[in-house]
């Protein structure tokens, strides 16, 4: 089973509750891999203690023109959808910034003027972390724009057996990363506050999970501050609140010193354990509809 | 000789709008007719590389100059691959930027 942690706000808590399920998880005799997607920032690491042992680049195919051969034909110009290339004044200038590597100009040159090149956009990382959870992140490259390579690459280097339970951590925001991150998932864990930001990205998040078809549930964390509006809105449209994390001065110093919430306060372990058995149940109901 | 400023609508009386590739309107002044025209921008609205893609559309007017407030880098490497020189202008509506430019006023960019 896949399962991916993902919020809409950034701030709520999905790193607290992707973490504390993997450990609660791992400590309970499960195979877990681990993935942290949020290549822009991952944090993940720092409350799973991973020890690297592979280490991979991740690479964009960019095109780069030999200009004896072009003839100004222009056809890469039309074909790419990201204006990445033109032809001006008798020469063809590349913007790897904007490039997303599909291979489409060198595939439709005709005088195949195009070749391609590798561009470094990131590394994948991936190690054994604490009770043989098997961890892995991403990091894009500072300057670079795209996270999605990275993440589609870190999902497919490190593609899970069947047995084990993935538990994937995705970045804040409903946007590409996010997508690439939640696809593929049986589930999608929605972190949310009881504020009324946390209200408006979780309605997004969940426009996004019902496009991709995922069934998905609501963990409310910091529950007691702010407005009772996140509730009603779950109420309201069926979806269902999986847990409250209530704000807790102990919880908040704990998590400041890079423990998990199961180690700040261990009744949580088995609080975690039945989420899983709830969303697998759920998202075998799912797969029956 | 073909002098682009950049607008947001074909009014030249209203300011002109200091951004280039993701201005609504190219008012296109030609100094031999000394008429102006109206170009909509295709790439106004583009998710990325608006510069080059608007590059590209003036470059096939046969453009010359284009006067605008500023230029990402992008655009500024198109600008000189397509030999169209830039400009740079602070404030004035379209007409008093294209006296800004014909007086000599405006700083060119790279």
Same mark, same amino acid.
């Given at each position: ?289 | ?45 583009? *998710? !990325?590389?608006? &510069? @080059?893609? +608007? #590059? ?5 007017? /046969? =453009?010359?100059?284009?006067? *605008? !407030?500023?230029? &990402? @880098?992008? +655009? #500024? ?5 397509? /030999? =169209? ?11 008093? #930027? ?5 007086? /000599? ?6």
């Amino acid at each position: 089973m896949k399962i991916a942690i993902a919020s809409g706000k950034g701030g709520t808590g999905k790193t607290t509750v992707a973490t504390s399920l993997a450990r609660a998880l791992a400590t309970a005799g499960h195979n877990i891999s681990f993935l942290d997607c949020d290549v822009e920032a991952p944090d993940a690491h720092i409350f799973l203690h991973p020890e690297y042992n592979e280490r991979k680049d991740v690479n964009l195919l960019i095109p780069e023109v030999d200009m004896s051969r072009c003839t100004g034909y222009d056809r890469c110009a039309e074909v790419c959808q990201y204006h990445a290339i033109v032809h001006l004044g008798g020469r063809t200038l590349v913007f790897p910034e904007l490039c997303h590597g599909c291979g489409s100009c060198t595939l439709e040159c005709p005088e195949r003027a195009i070749s391609e090149v590798l561009d470094k956009i990131g590394i994948l990382e991936a190690g054994n972390a604490i009770y043989g959870l098997s961890f892995a992140h991403g990091l894009l490259d500072i300057g670079k724009p795209f996270a999605v390579p990275v993440i589609r690459e870190l999902k497919r280097w490190h593609a899970s057996e069947p047995s084990t339970l993935s538990i994937w951590d995705a970045p804040p925001g409903t946007s590409c990363p996010v997508v690439e991150s939640v696809r593929g998932a049986d589930y999608v864990i929605l972190v949310s506050e009881p504020t009324p930001f946390g209200l408006h990205d979780l309605k997004l998040a969940v426009q996004l999970t019902a496009e991709l078809g995922i069934p998905c549930g609501v963990i409310i964390n910091r529950d007691g501050v702010g407005d009772s509006r996140v509730s009603e809105f779950c109420e309201k449209t069926g979806l269902p609140i999986l847990m409250r994390i209530p704000l807790e001065r102990e919880i908040a110093a704990g998590l400041a010193t890079g423990k998990t919430l199961v180690e700040i306060q261990p009744r949580y372990r088995q609080k975690f354990i039945e989420l899983s058995t709830q969303i697998e149940s759920a998202s075998k109901l799912g797969q029956r509809s | 000789m073909k002098i682009i400023i950049t607008a947001s609508n074909e009014d030249i009386n209203q300011p002109f709008n200091p951004r280039f590739g993701r201005a609504d309107t190219f008012l296109l002044f030609d100094s031999n007719s000394k008429e102006w025209s109206t170009l909509a921008n295709p790439a106004s609205h583009s *998710s !990325g590389g608006a &510069g @080059p893609q +608007a #590059v590209e559309f003036i470059s096939h007017k /046969g =453009v010359d100059v284009v006067v *605008s !407030g500023r230029f &990402g @880098p992008k +655009a #500024v490497s198109a600008l000189q691959a397509a /030999g =169209v020189k830039a400009y740079t202008a602070l404030t004035g509506t379209v007409s008093e #930027v294209l006296e800004q430019y014909l007086n /000599g006023q405006l700083k060119q960019v790279g």
